[in-house]
Structure formats: structure tokens, C-alpha cells
């Protein structure tokens, strides 16, 4: 696979940069008569050079001699935020004036066709999904990485959230404190579900994806990436998603206590209910167990 990956990449280079009238004769020419071959290859070159939210052809440029910086396309690099088994992420700058950026780069690995299938639907999905809890999405492609290499891999270009930090369940806190965890929790739920309408689910949100930015509101990062980059146990799910929430609201509440507010007990019962997968009518649905809690929790 990782061989056929490189063949696709070398026939893409080759005719991308080509009037579109000219790619397929070159196609032919370059590998004979393999239709299949040729169509792959075409698709790969129409999705990248497409305006339906698969922005970036594969694009990537080393430093220049004069400054240190590394590029990619539009983007300098910056300081390293973070790596794990999805890639690095880096502070980026795009164009002047464009706010910093958070910019994550995933090789890409034997299952590499699949993987850009699956890159050009999410990208569709997450153009214009904008919401205050989200961490917004400002492209995403294809790139070659480290720069200057023949290596392939994807990127996604982001919001990023500044001073941002965890939210853990030490938040909480008193009542008064809790409410507010609440209402963070509720904006994530109306963000998600937002998402969830457009068919693309996180996988993340028990992971610290759901942050507290400087101004003290929730936002979610990283939608899309393990729809592109599944774990082995699949890609995610909305049922995943609602449970996690639903375990972030038990996580808030705390421990039961028999002198505590009704509310609060009728919120932990909710979050009981909605943490299992198999949470049927109203709980079936992340807007729905949204719905619920407002309703509990007013």
C-alpha cells in the first residue's frame, strides 16, 4: 500500500500543475492504459484543486535562506503546542493580520487513499460550521511534510484557543460555581450537536479536546481529525459523543450527598441515564440530552 501511495503521489505531481484538458493524455502517457489507475489519479487531482472545502493541493515549501521559520503553503510555522499518535501541532501564522493558529500534521500511512476519501468528506462538512464553542476550522488538506521531503501527510488548520487549559472536575465547586460548569457543558452539547446535524462526530470529548480558553468559555478542538484518523475501533459515533458529555456532567456533580438540592440530584439521574450507549427517546440524541438537562437544571 505504502508503495502504491507513492506511485499515486508521483502521477498527481506530475499533472496537477497541467490545464485540466492536458492531465489525462499525460496520465496515459505516463502509465499506459490502466483506466483505474488514471481515474484515481484524476480524483485525487480534482479534489485538491476543488472550492467544495478541500482547500490545499500538496503544498509545502522548506525555510528560506534568510529565516529560520518553517512553511507550510500559506502558513509559517511556530513553536511545537503538542504530538501524540495523531500528528504534531504547531502555532502557525497565515496571512498578515490572521489571527495565531493551531496547525496539526498526520503522516500519512498505508492506508493513504482511504484516508484522503475520507479527508475530502470532513472537509466538506466542516466548511462554514462555525459555533462560539467551537475551535473553528480554516482548512485542511493535503501537504508534504517535513518540508522539502516527498513525504505526504495531512493537515488541519484551526482557531487557536489562547490560554487555554484543561476542564477537569475540580472545576465545580459550590453551587453557584457548578451552574456555570453547567452552562459550559450546555454550549459544548449545542456545538457537538450542531456538528452531529451536518453527519460528523468528534470521538474526543473524554480527552482534554474541551478546553477553558482565557475568557473562561468552553471550545472544542480537534473536530474532524479521528473522523479522518479513526481509532481501530472504528470511526466515531454520536452515541460516543453523548456519553462522554454524560460522564463529564457526572465527573461536575460529584459525589451524591443527601443534603444537596434537588436539581442536582435530577441532573446526576440524567447523566446515569444518558452515559449508556444504548440511551433510547429523548437521550438517543446529543441535542436531545441537551434539552433534557436544560430543563432540569432551570
Known sequence: MEERWRELRALFDLVVDLPEGERHAALVRACGTQPERIQEVLSLVRSAVSSDGFLAPLAGSPASASSDAARLGRFVLGAQLGAGPRGTVHAARGTPGEALLAVRIVPLDERATETVARLRHVSRLLSGLAHPALARTVESGLCVWPAGSRRSAVYFATELVPSARSWTAEDAGDD????????????????????????LHHGGLATSNVLIDAEQRVRVVDLGVRSVFPDADGPPSAAGDRVALAERLAALLGPASPLERAWRTAARELALRA???????????LAGFAAALRREIT
Open 176 to 199: 453557584d460555581a457548578l451552574r456555570g460548569n453547567l452552562e459550559r457543558l450546555l454550549d459544548a452539547s449545542d456545538a457537538v450537536a450542531l456538528a452531529h446535524a451536518r453527519g
Open 275 to 285: 452515559a449508556r450507549s444504548d440511551a433510547g427517546g429523548e437521550l438517543a440524541t
